[in-house]
Antibody
């Protein structure tokens, strides 16, 4: 059974840093495309970043230069390093698997999300 | 990376059909057959309902269907049921990035 579990959220001051983790089970992270999607309170979904199986990474303009997506193949875990955090980064952050062969370029499995609150 | 355009809300009675539109550009919806739709109940993670414009994942009811014409994609839910009440989001792939719609709140009257 595919499962994604995010951890690492919390309250952080503006300008601070936080690292989110997403532990996967039931499939191999390094063989798949993996993404982060966020949702500000009461707002819609916003794509944040993707890491392809080959290691290439891409970011939304709103986080480029501040956020870094990575993975640890030995731990089958996805990460999102968030630096220079701003109030507008406050959101629930979801990790999601991106389909490649089946459900291509769709987010076919999602974690439960972790809340990041940026406030002084 | 501008958001796709969806109506803020739609409503229908049990048993009826509703359609939610999702309008983008030739760079996203119109340029790729990688439109997907997600259902989100309050406090829950999104759930994939339609992928590649019109395909349903295993386990999703055949009451849900998708289509696309030009730069606009559509999600149709037939035989509305109370449990269909939720927020619905469209998404499109667009050259190593993704864009979502603003979301549509479906109310089952």
């Amino acid at each position: 059974e595919v499962q994604l579990v995010e951890t690492g959220g919390g309250l952080i001051q503006p300008g601070g840093s936080l690292r989110l983790s997403c532990a996967a089970s039931g499939f191999t992270v390094s063989s798949n495309y993996m993404s982060w999607v966020r949702q500000a309170p009461g707002k819609g979904l916003e794509w944040v970043s993707v890491i392809y199986s080959g290691g290439s990474t891409y970011y939304a303009d709103s986080v480029k230069g501040r956020f870094t997506i990575s993975r640890d193949n030995s731990k089958n875990t996805l990460y999102l390093q968030m630096n220079s955090l701003r109030a507008e980064d406050t959101a629930v952050y979801y990790c999601a698997r991106v389909g490649v062969v089946v459900a291509a370029n769709a987010f076919d499995y999602w974690g439960q999300g972790t809340l990041v609150t940026v406030s002084s | 990376q501008s958001a796709l355009t969806q109506p803020a809300s739609v409503s229908g009675s049990p048993g009826q059909s509703i359609t939610i539109s999702c309008t983008g550009t030739s760079s996203d919806v119109g340029g790729y057959n990688y439109v997907s739709w997600y259902q989100q109940h309050p406090g829950k993670a999104p759930k994939l309902m339609i992928y590649e414009v019109s395909n349903r994942p295993s386990g999703v009811s055949n009451r849900f269907s998708g289509s696309k014409s030009g730069n606009t994609a559509s999600l149709t839910i037939s035989g509305l049921q109370a449990e269909d009440e939720a927020d619905y989001y469209c998404s499109s792939y667009t050259s190593s990035a993704w864009v979502f719609g603003g979301g549509t709140k479906l109310t089952v009257l």
